[in-house]
């Protein structure tokens, strides 16, 4: 069955994801088209550009987490940068894996993010696609993606500044109408179940919240589609090992069978 596919911002939990599109490959699902937004990004970036789900996607997202493989390029001057890391180092791993534009997708894609310096508020929502705006860098519609303000430097698209686009729309489940053929990933963190004690923590919970309700914005005009969501504690961890990773991808390999299951 072919199929179009959403995947929600997800923070550092986008491993997730890739379980839960492992499973659809497993049981006959072909991906035709596929949505990313922030963490969803990476996974719907891998995959545009040929990496199939299962052992392939699984190893090379490993290889992208920021803490085990030194990818995190912590800022000397924050205040002038507008975020905490630079993003240069994972831009250049994302390089050697991604297709080099949008064009060169090997399945159409599509990749959402923020521009700062829109003209209107309607405006700031981008939407970078494989149709419409094929000679963008598709690492570099993904690293802008990701730039979860404060956290990441705002990266630079077309000589403007975006920022993750989970902040204007987390969850575009609309995007491709609604039909049996759409099917949407969201990821929603386990709440803390204890209250923030330091700035970190309360910065962390307060995108946490803030993603969530973002999510729902779209939910409600494409629900014909099929939706599951995919759950896990903790969203920012940029020290994750590989270890947790790998228990991310079989959690989603498994509540994405739990819930579609349900539905057959």
């Not at 550092?12 to 990004?41: D, F, N, Q, V």
């Not at 987490?65 to 905490?84: A, E, M, R, T, Y």
């Not at 990701?146 to 975006?162: K, M, Q, T, Y």
Request: hydrophobic letters at 40%.
């Amino acid at each position: 069955m072919k199929i179009k596919v959403v995947l929600s911002g997800a923070g550092l939990l986008y491993p997730l994801h890739a379980g839960a599109l492992w499973y659809l490959s497993e049981h006959g699902y072909e991906i035709e088209h596929i949505t990313g937004i922030s963490g969803g990004a990476i996974v719907a970036a891998c995959v545009a550009s040929g990496h199939a789900p299962g052992e392939e996607l699984n190893n090379l997202l490993l290889d992208m987490l920021p803490g085990p493989n030194d990818l995190i390029d912590w800022s000397w001057k924050p205040w002038c940068d507008w975020g905490l890391i630079k993003g240069d180092k994972i831009l250049r791993r994302m390089r050697t894996i991604f297709a080099p534009t949008l064009g060169d997708a090997t399945i159409p894609c599509n990749i959402g993010t923020v521009n700062l310096e829109g003209l209107n508020q309607e405006g700031r929502h981008v939407i970078y696609s494989t149709e419409e705006t094929p000679t963008v860098g598709m690492a570099e519609a993904v690293r802008a993606s990701i730039s979860i303000p404060f956290v990441f430097r705002p990266a630079r698209l077309n000589d403007e500044r975006h920022i993750d686009g989970g902040v204007a729309s987390n969850f575009p489940l609309d995007i491709y109408g609604t039909g049996e053929g759409v099917f949407g990933f969201q990821i929603r963190p386990v709440a803390t179940p204890t209250p923030p004690k330091t700035l970190k923590e309360y910065a962390f919970t307060v995108l946490d919240i803030m993603m969530d309700a973002i999510s729902r914005e779209h939910i409600e005009d494409a629900m014909f589609a099929r939706m599951v969501n995919l759950r896990a504690e903790g969203s920012l961890d940029f020290n994750m090992t590989r270890e947790t990773a790998n228990e991310l991808i079989l959690k989603g390999y498994h509540q994405a069978r739990v819930a579609l299951t349900k539905e057959a």
